[in-house]
């Protein structure tokens, strides 16, 4: 089966750090995609996991451990802009098979 | 460059009824994926084009549900005899040929998605 798991809905605080976490079980992985989405608009790619480890892009870092099935994304001087929800997807390709599996997203608000 | 277009923005229709869902991918992209997404849960993939084949129809929920995509470009999402079930926002992505990019590294990019209402 496919099963990835996030909370639900996250708050924090303007100018804090955040961490949104993600565990997943898939038959298929080929990488990990967070997406950001707001409120009626489309997700837009933040991050790309293939290997173990952290990879950091400006205000945002996502880390994978593979042996524990496990992500998580950071969120560093959040602004209010940050408010949406955020997409954790596992990358399944081989074969005939090419897709993202996705988490049902964490919905963040911040507080001023 | 443009990004991934997709029509109507907003479509109501009657239980029974037939719908077209259309998407213009970004071009040069010759991967194309439709997903669903209902109120509270997350992106559920429905299929996926490279190039005009099919080759990952799995996700489509019913045989009430077909797609088509020509000239490696638009695609349409056709949901046939339509139920309050299937009332959802409808996305669709596109992304370079992963076989191209060298390796499944390949970034999906979304439309912003058509709001199906079934009443």
């Known amino acids: 089966g496919q099963n990835i798991d996030q909370p639900t809905e996250m708050t924090a605080t303007e100018g804090a750090i955040v961490q949104i976490n993600c565990t997943y079980q898939t038959s298929g992985f080929n990488g990990l995609f967070w997406y950001q989405q707001h409120a009626g608009e489309a997700p837009t790619f933040l991050s790309y996991?293939?290997?173990?480890g952290l990879e950091e892009k400006g205000r945002f870092s996502s880390f994978l451990s593979r042996s524990k099935g496990y992500s998580y994304l950071l969120l560093k001087e959040l602004q209010m802009k940050d408010s949406a929800s955020y997409l954790c997807a596992v990358y399944d390709y081989g074969g005939a098979t090419n897709k993202l599996i996705f988490g049902t997203g964490t919905l963040l608000a911040v507080q001023p | 460059g443009a990004g991934v277009s997709q029509s109507p923005s907003n479509k109501v229709t009657e239980k029974g009824k037939d719908v077209e869902l259309r998407c213009d991918p970004i071009?040069?992209?010759?991967?194309l994926y439709w997903y669903r997404q209902r109120l509270g849960q997350g992106l559920e993939f429905l299929i996926y084009?490279?190039?005009?084949?099919?080759?990952?129809k799995s996700g489509l929920p019913s045989d009430r549900f077909s797609a088509e995509r020509t000239g490696e470009s638009v695609s349409t999402l056709t949901i046939q005899r339509t139920q309050q079930e299937d009332s959802a926002v409808y996305l669709c992505?596109?992304?370079?040929?992963?076989?191209?990019?060298?390796?499944?590294?390949?970034?999906?990019?979304f439309g912003p998605g058509t709001r199906l209402t079934v009443l």
């Open positions: 992505a596109s992304s370079l040929s992963p076989h191209l990019a060298g390796g499944p590294t390949d970034t999906q990019y």
């Open positions: 996991n293939v290997l173990d």
């Open positions: 071009s040069g992209h010759t991967a």
């Open positions: 084009f490279q190039g005009n084949s099919a080759p990952d």
